[in-house]
């Protein structure tokens, strides 16, 4: 069980319930001898009746049973009751002849006994009464006994409203346990949800302001983790964006030898061999450039710069021309679409620059020859847009949230990118505001990439 509520909720549960069942059984223990006291009495009085119905009558001694004496115990539990008198010397005067009458210890006015006759358990009381006649005197035994349906009756009837109140109360206390539960741990809740909000590379510190003391420490120790992973992070995307500049410049002298050694006469062999090491050096400089402008892209996240008015019409018209003849060589209709005559943003230019080109690079890279790929720009309700259309094979909906990750390639078996195209585009968003959705095309094949920026007057 991984629930905490649940935990807590168990943890008070438990001892409760056992308090509930020690309370019960003391209530019920309680119950039962206010029952006996009640019964002790009734049988009490009716003995005390029979015993002054005892006298000397002609010489013998008579017992007369008076009816309240068997009265007392009328109810609706109708219970039986037993009677003997008879004398110390065990002559019988009146009553049941079977029934047991237990010797009185010295000096004791009454004994109760709790004894079974006829099949029934009973309660019995015995009392004795001297009687004086020439100067003798004759012990008389009072003994009176009874069924015990009206014990059980009274002593439940005390007993179960004393434990439906206990009950009410532990379900009361249940209740308002998993209500004060809840609102405790909405701060808990409020911290999760927010964390879930986050974009996956945000790092900033949570805030403790709302928290309990207990938790607050927690949450201090994950924002102290939070920064180490922070700096870390930092120092990597330093080294990676200090490496891609030192690497910049060796590369393009490679790349000019590598042009010059090509124009020179050799054999075919080395021609094909210096082709290939042309092909690899110009991909190193695409992910020199890639990676510098990934690593701009993240250093503007927060607007740390200014950023300055750009016509996305003229962006577009410029990004097109220059992935023209990569358009041609692999067979794409590359065409331009604007649905207004100006779209000004604020953004940085290069960053502005480097998403609409990576999106566009990155249709034309996975659209196959015969197919198109369209730009379009346009304004909805005072925010401007970016399109962009293709017919290449689309993206499955549960390899969407991925394809922004660096070097991600998917189930793509074309090499010929870096894999940090669409990472550049996220980054470049972020850096201005905008947001970058990617859907399947709704009226043919294909996927449609659509960039809105925020409105220029935010």
């Avoid at 539990?77 to 110390?88: G, S």
């Avoid at 993206?395 to 990750?405: K, M, N, S, T």
């Amino acid at each position: 069980m991984t629930s905490l509520r649940l935990r807590l909720l168990l943890w008070v549960l438990l001892p409760m319930t056992l308090a509930l069942a020690l309370t019960a059984r003391l209530s019920w223990s309680n119950a039962r001898d206010v029952a006996r006291l009640v019964q002790d009495r009734q049988l009490l009085a009716s003995a005390q009746m029979m015993a002054g119905q005892v006298s000397w009558q002609d010489g013998q001694l008579t017992a007369q049973t008076p009816p309240a004496a068997l009265e007392i115990f009328a109810s609706p539990a109708q219970d039986r009751v037993y009677f003997q008198v008879r004398t110390a010397q065990g002559r019988l005067l009146a009553g049941w002849p079977g029934l047991t009458v237990p010797a009185l210890p010295g000096g004791a006015a009454a004994r109760y006994d709790d004894a079974r006759f006829q099949g029934d358990t009973v309660r019995q009381v015995t009392l004795s009464r001297a009687l004086y006649r020439n100067d003798q005197t004759t012990q008389v035994l009072i003994s009176v006994a009874e069924t015990r349906r009206a014990f059980d009756r009274l002593a439940a009837s005390l007993w179960w409203p004393t434990l439906l109140h206990e009950s009410a109360l532990l379900i009361l206390a249940l209740a308002l346990m998993l209500l004060g539960l809840t609102l405790e741990l909405r701060p808990l809740l409020r911290l999760r949800a927010a964390l879930r909000a986050r974009d996956s590379s945000d790092l900033s510190p949570l805030r403790t302001v709302a928290l309990q003391r207990e938790l607050r420490p927690i949450v201090e120790t994950l924002n102290q983790h939070a920064a180490q992973l922070t700096r870390q992070i930092e120092l990597q995307k330093r080294f990676i964006a200090d490496a891609a500049h030192q690497l910049r410049t060796p590369v393009a002298l490679i790349a000019t030898q590598l042009d010059y050694a090509s124009r020179q006469p050799a054999s075919a062999e080395l021609q094909h061999t210096l082709a290939a090491l042309g092909n690899g050096s110009r991909q190193l400089a695409q992910l020199i450039h890639q990676l510098l402008s990934l690593s701009q892209a993240e250093a503007s996240r927060g607007g740390v710069r200014p950023t300055q008015a750009v016509d996305l019409v003229d962006l577009a018209r410029e990004v097109v021309i220059e992935l023209a003849a990569l358009a041609d060589a692999r067979g794409i209709d590359l065409g331009f679409l604007p649905a207004c005559t100006q779209a000004e943003v604020q953004a940085y230019p290069a960053l502005a620059h480097a998403l609409l080109f990576n999106l566009v690079d990155n249709a034309v890279r996975y659209t196959p020859r015969g197919g198109s790929v369209t730009v379009q720009v346009g304004l909805d309700e005072g925010r401007a847009w970016l399109q962009v259309d293709d017919t290449g094979p689309g993206i499955p909906a549960e390899l969407r949230p991925h394809v922004f990750e660096r070097f991600y390639r998917g189930n793509s078996a074309d090499t010929s990118g870096t894999g940090l195209g669409l990472a550049i585009v996220r980054e470049s968003a972020l850096a201005f505001g905008a947001e970058v959705t990617l859907d399947n095309r709704p009226d043919s094949a294909g996927l449609s990439a659509r960039v809105r920026f925020p409105r220029a007057d935010v």
